[in-house]
């Protein structure tokens, strides 16, 4: 058996998200077809950094398996990628050592979310950004963000329905940048982890203080809280993008 | 009766093109069913500036209806917006008078065209360029781009299939350039018609010039041969965009 790593992007609009669910349409259910494929029926184990949700998309998301026998790393990404359909692309293929794993090992990730700014729903843009039309202080949310940096306790920031018991996280980078060309919004997170809708609801709560519907440092007070209530709002699926895990 | 001229844009991925077709989704079917309904029942005819293929994409498609009775043209605006499907956008709304035709009136158009330059086919821009791989230099696209200016028998490049009888068209404008960030050819025409496919034809050509498979004054030889048939490549639909009509 020879693991391989894999770099792949997709498009989620159209996948159930990453994990694997009978007769549901996902990241995991595709490549593990196209690997049973090409193992004439063996039924091989993919495992990914970490799950994205339906809608979320990934430039950057790592994968491994294990393949019976060994082919070069550039033959089983050209194999995999004849038999993607076309919203998802192998970037990179490596052969690793048993010691690597897509899930354990990852030390950060870092997440984009892209929030569309214009005055109307743009129809090229509904699948792939959030959107806020509202007005709002960038520098209120340049501010802001900068509470995000350190390690704190983000039990505002996680949705229900998480069974994660430890809420404490660490950022690294946060930012955010106006695109004036595509008018959007670009925010970044680099973190050691992220709870479950973690990024979105930062995103919603980063909009809203920029609107000046909340303090500019409520993030104090929200890590404060520890109540996803005081939190409440999320931001779409669409504008999320899983950039880069690191080792 | 009130004459309204609008301006919309549309993502062309789900629609089978911009004309009416019995059964199908189409970006002026969809319009005439909001007509319908804010009607209570009324069959009024859109106009456009001309038709879009299936899966071809507008920024600025300007199209033509006259409605019963008189509201104000942003009240249009906004009652046509709410019946809208998300891959549709009414931008503007204007009340003219009775002698503006979408159609009849156009007195020039710009299309865009936008080329993928990536290795692999992008997830997220399989819908939304073309794609080309492959080798070019773009110093020969910019010295063959020249040729297309002016008033030219554009025989060569018009799809079998077209019925107009004279295929000579004056291009006012054509230009390149390559987007660094996106890593894509951006091409746009402007002229004062263009026939069936033309455009798409058109930048085939230019690609296969820039790869150095034609010469690059062979714009000078297609216009003299007339022959569909030298011309031959024709680049997809998806990465097409009608950005704007002048009148």
């Known amino acids: 058996m020879t693991r391989y790593k894999l770099t792949i992007a997709y498009d989620g609009t159209k996948f159930h998200g990453f994990q694997r669910q009978p007769k549901l349409r996902t990241v995991q259910g595709v490549l593990e077809k196209a690997l049973f494929k090409m193992t004439k029926g063996k039924e091989i184990d993919v ?19 294990d393949y019976p026998g060994e082919i070069p790393a550039n033959s089983m990404l050209k194999a995999i990628n004849s038999l993607m359909p076309l919203d998802v692309i ?91 060309v595509q008018n959007e919004l670009i925010f970044e997170f680099t973190g050691n982890g992220f709870l479950y809708n973690m990024v979105r609801i930062m995103v919603a709560t980063l909009l809203e203080i920029g609107n000046g519907r909340r303090d500019v440092h409520d993030f104090i007070r929200l890590y404060e809280a520890k109540d996803r209530q005081e939190a409440r709002g999320t931001a779409p699926a669409s504008g999320l993008y899983l950039k880069e895990v690191f080792y």
């Open 47 to 65: 495992f990914g950094s970490g799950r994205t949700d339906a809608g979320v998309h990934a430039f950057g998301q790592v994968i491994h398996f």
């Open 90 to 180: 192998v970037k990179d293929a490596q052969i690793v050592d048993n010691s690597f794993h897509a899930r354990f090992g990852v030390k950060k990730k870092t997440y984009q979310y892209r929030v569309d700014c214009g005055h109307y729903t743009d129809p090229f843009k509904r699948f792939y950004t959030g959107h806020y039309p509202y007005k709002f202080d960038l520098k209120r949310i340049e501010e802001s963000i900068k509470d995000l940096q350190g390690t704190h306790d983000f039990s505002s920031f996680a949705a229900s329905g998480g069974v994660i018991e430890n809420k404490v996280r660490t950022i690294y980078a946060a930012t955010v940048k106006f695109d004036s």
